[in-house]
């Protein structure tokens, strides 16, 4: 079955620091991934997506991902982390294995603390 | 052009009593999607419906859960005899298509508790 993989449940980073965000899924064919953030309380706003093409992907709020065909990954990144950026992110995959499809997958999330 | 918009924003049941959560979908969107996030937890599929039909409700409890998309009004995930254990938050997602293909919008979320 698909799933979704964050290894990472809790990260701090420095304000300005660089961040990445790490993801692995399992699927044999091309993935339809996304990463969402969740402020507290909030619901998820879209990030980024990758259906296909161009393997690195830019998003909104400066981010970006790389999808990784041979380490099935598609981690997260940002140059300089904002105290704003605190928030959880979760990586999900598209369902696509069988049965009904179109339903998303997550990770359980990564929790981002930001130091002044 | 507003987003997805779930009523109400909180909740809150006594054990026992019947909770209804609402969606009303993208305009244009005929695909919605619920989702239950438990506390430390991610989101977790429920059920996926079109206008008038359950496409799939794999994800969804066989006892006291059910969902609907009616012809005309949101998409309603009606729960009965509510425990302690169904309070979560509960997130409605639409699409515009099959797969996500054209992407996902999500809902704020309804946060039930129930006491």
């Known amino acids: 079955a698909q799933s979704v993989t964050q290894p990472d449940i809790h990260i701090t980073v420095s304000e300005g620091a660089s961040l990445e965000l790490r993801c692995n899924y399992s699927y044999g064919a091309t993935p339809y991934l996304f990463w969402y953030v969740q402020s507290p309380g909030q619901g998820l706003q879209l990030l980024l997506k990758y259906f296909s093409g161009d393997t690195l992907v830019q998003g909104i709020k400066g981010f970006e991902a790389e999808f990784k065909r041979s380490q099935s990954s598609f981690n997260l990144r940002k140059p300089s982390v904002h105290w704003s950026d605190a928030a959880e992110y979760f990586c999900a995959v598209v369902r696509q294995d069988g049965g009904s499809q179109g339903n998303l997958i997550f990770g359980k999330g990564t929790k981002l603390s930001v130091k002044p | ?115």
């Open chain 2, 1 to 115: 052009n507003a987003g997805v918009m779930q009523n109400p924003r909180h909740l809150v049941r006594r054990r026992g009593q019947e909770a209804r959560l609402r969606c009303s979908p993208m305009k244009g969107h005929s695909h919605v999607y619920w989702y239950r996030q438990l506390p430390e937890e991610g989101l977790k599929f429920m059920v996926y419906l079109q206008k008038e039909n359950i496409i799939d409700e794999s994800g969804m409890p066989k006892e006291r859960f059910s969902a609907e998309f009616p012809k005309e009004g949101p998409s309603i995930l009606r729960i009965q005899q509510v425990v302690r254990g169904d309070s979560a938050a509960y997130f409605c997602a639409s699409s515009g298509g099959a797969q996500g293909l054209y992407g996902y919008t999500f809902g704020s979320g309804t946060r039930l508790t129930v006491v």
